[in-house]
């Protein structure tokens, strides 16, 4: 069973899903009972729409408590000496350009600029220091990045 890393942020939004899944859930439960009271319920559109909603949320809510089951949940160490799990990286591509980035485990709000331990480039940069160079490949093409600067957990959000 895979295991699926998480900051404590990141396992309280987790969290918070499965509880908004839920009342989704229930509330599509409630409607096809309430349209489903009437004439032939099956005929009904209502009843029709309300039964594919609840079978999304189920599989949505499904979804997540297998996530929160198989939970690691990892607070990243407060540095900015080498890149690990929670810090903030500016990368250089090899062509110049400059990207800023969070290395990151598994999340439930995206935002841009995440990226994941288990992507080839957050593998590639686990335990690089400044000004060193790394490479990944993403199918058939290589690329290089240099590691411009590292922030501690508690600044990468705001480096984004």
Do not use: C
Not at 64 to 92: C, D, H, M, T
């Amino acid at each position: 069973m895979p295991v699926y890393l998480f900051t404590s942020q990141g396992y309280d939004e987790l969290k918070e899903a499965i509880v908004e899944a839920r009342k989704k859930f229930d509330q599509m439960m409630h409607e096809k009972g309430e349209a489903g009271r009437g004439q032939d319920g099956y005929h009904d559109e209502t009843y029709r729409a309300a039964e594919v909603q609840e079978r999304i949320w189920s599989k949505k809510l499904g979804e997540l408590q297998k996530l929160a089951s198989s939970a690691r949940i990892i607070e990243p160490e407060e540095q900015n000496e080498k890149v690990q799990f929670g810090v903030g990286v500016v990368i250089e591509y090899d062509d110049g350009t400059e990207r800023n980035i969070i290395l990151g485990g598994y999340q439930i709000s995206h935002f841009k600029g995440l990226v994941s331990v288990h992507s080839p480039l957050g593998k590639s940069l686990i335990g690089a220091k400044i000004n060193e160079k790394r490479s990944f490949k993403v199918g058939e093409i290589r690329r290089v990045v240099k590691i411009k600067r590292i922030f501690p957990p508690s600044e990468a959000r705001r480096m984004l």
